[in-house]
């Protein structure tokens, strides 16, 4: 499975964002935005609240249960993106699409790439790409990249955690059995 390398870091980024605690700070958000290159910045309590907020909605867009839902929110939040992309030829680099001005808010980047990301994603990749934990309780994200595009879980822990309970349900459903007098 290839992504597009911009589509897919901005889709990861998205999946990132959305995987944050609804309460994490300032540092923990500034530190993920580095890590995706997205920006070098000191956050302020305005623009932590507004990307917490829209991390929240990148989290809608891949736990929507169908299709029509996962588009719905993505295009909600690329008309709120709002961003102005273009084509550049910084550094010497072929022609290539960037989907806001860098020198933009943080804010107004985060939106547009992370709204581009999912777009590109849901576009070339398939709607089944963009996931949510089947573990009951977990509400990880993630951008599916294996081979068959079957992922079902966010880690190993989770699907052994599924694994494991599955089978003491069905040990117990044959002690039960076996139980149960003649
Ligand atoms: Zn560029
Ligand atoms: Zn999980």
Do not use: I
Not at 11 to 36: I, K, Q, R, W
Not at 92 to 110: K, M
Not at 141 to 152: E, F, I, L, P, T
Request: glycine share 4%; charged share 20%; with cysteine.
């Amino acid at each position: 499975m290839h992504f597009n390398a911009y589509g897919g870091n901005a889709a990861l980024l998205a999946a990132a964002l959305s995987n944050l605690d609804d309460g994490c700070d300032a540092a923990a958000l500034e530190e993920l935005l580095s890590e995706h290159r997205v920006a070098r910045a000191r956050l302020t309590t305005s623009q932590l609240a507004e990307l917490r907020d829209w991390s929240a909605r990148l989290w809608a867009a891949f736990a929507a249960p169908s299709v029509t839902e996962k588009v719905a929110v993505a295009n909600k939040l690329l008309a709120e993106a709002a961003a102005s992309p273009y084509v550049s030829t910084h550094d010497g680099q072929p022609p290539h699409l960037h989907y806001a001005d860098e020198h933009a808010d943080v804010v107004t980047r985060v939106r547009a790439v992370t709204a581009a990301g999912l777009a590109t994603v849901l576009t070339e990749a398939g709607p089944q790409r963009l996931g949510r934990c089947a573990a009951p309780g977990c509400r990880t994200v993630y951008v599916d990249v294996s081979r068959n595009g079957r992922r079902a879980y966010c880690s190993r822990l989770c699907a052994t955690r599924v694994h494991v309970s599955a089978h003491r349900a069905r040990s117990l459903e044959q002690d039960l059995t076996t139980a149960r007098p003649a």
